[in-house]
């Protein structure tokens, strides 16, 4: 009896072993909630930017903020002290002072996570609008994609322009924007930036400034100006 006993416990013994290792195996499936939860930009904005061109992005200092609460930034914001501290264009423009501008941000939507933006500007000679334009974050940082189709010195391109910044009860603070051109028409005298071509400007006092002025256009514009050519 004890040689049957030994037997059948060695046996109910081995029967257990795959039944654990498949109740360890289900405890570390990651559920469906879980995986939505580690998403951090919206299926909309990785389809502009994937997440590969965001971090070769933020190697290059561009800050992309993640996440998908966003302050409110309704208000307007004047930036004055913009300068260029990464160009990996064919017209190097490193260090060099950018126009003033004023943004005026509105109709921000907190659940499918879109902005819209108009802006003020001296002069400039690009056309364009924006096709798309999202907002992610979390607490008091955030960034804000717009991709663009334009025309400027009579050439079709299309862009990408990211704005980044923490919201204060002074303005945005640490303001940081770039553009990326994704294509253009035919340009045989090298008149606009290469695809590709990226460039990142800061403001230099770290602060856009909240501002009663506010402009009617859409930022996708003139907004490009100096950056979309020479």
């Not at 013994?13 to 195996?25: D, R, S």
């Not at 966003?70 to 002290?81: R, V």
Request: proline residues 3%; aromatic residues 8%; hydrophobic residues 35%.
């Amino acid at each position: 009896m004890k040689i049957i006993n030994l037997t059948l416990r060695t046996a109910v013994a081995v029967l257990l072993i795959p039944v654990l290792l498949a109740g360890c195996k289900k405890d570390k499936k990651v559920t469906p909630k879980e995986e939505e939860e580690e998403e951090t930009f919206t299926t909309e904005i990785l389809n502009i930017v994937p997440q590969a061109t965001i971090d070769s992005l933020r190697e290059w200092g561009m800050v992309i903020n993640e996440g998908k609460t966003p302050p409110s930034l309704e208000g307007s914001y004047y930036t004055d002290n913009s300068d260029c501290f990464f160009d990996n264009s064919s017209f190097v423009n490193l260090g060099k002072w950018r126009g003033n501008y004023t943004y005026k941000f509105y109709d921000q939507d907190n659940e499918k996570l879109t902005i819209a933006i108009d802006y003020t500007i001296d002069g400039g000679s690009d056309v364009a609008k924006g096709v798309g334009s999202f907002i992610s974050g979390s607490g008091d940082k955030f960034s804000a994609f717009f991709v663009t189709e334009g025309v400027s010195r009579g050439i079709d391109y299309k862009s990408l322009t990211i704005i980044s910044g923490r919201k204060t009860a002074d303005g945005i603070v640490d303001w940081t924007d770039l553009l990326r051109i994704t294509d253009k028409s035919e340009d045989p005298t090298g008149l606009l930036i290469d695809v590709g071509g990226t460039r990142i400007f800061r403001e230099d006092d770290e602060l856009a400034t909240l501002s009663s002025k506010a402009g009617k256009r859409n930022l996708s514009i003139e907004h490009l100006t100096p950056g979309v050519s020479r």
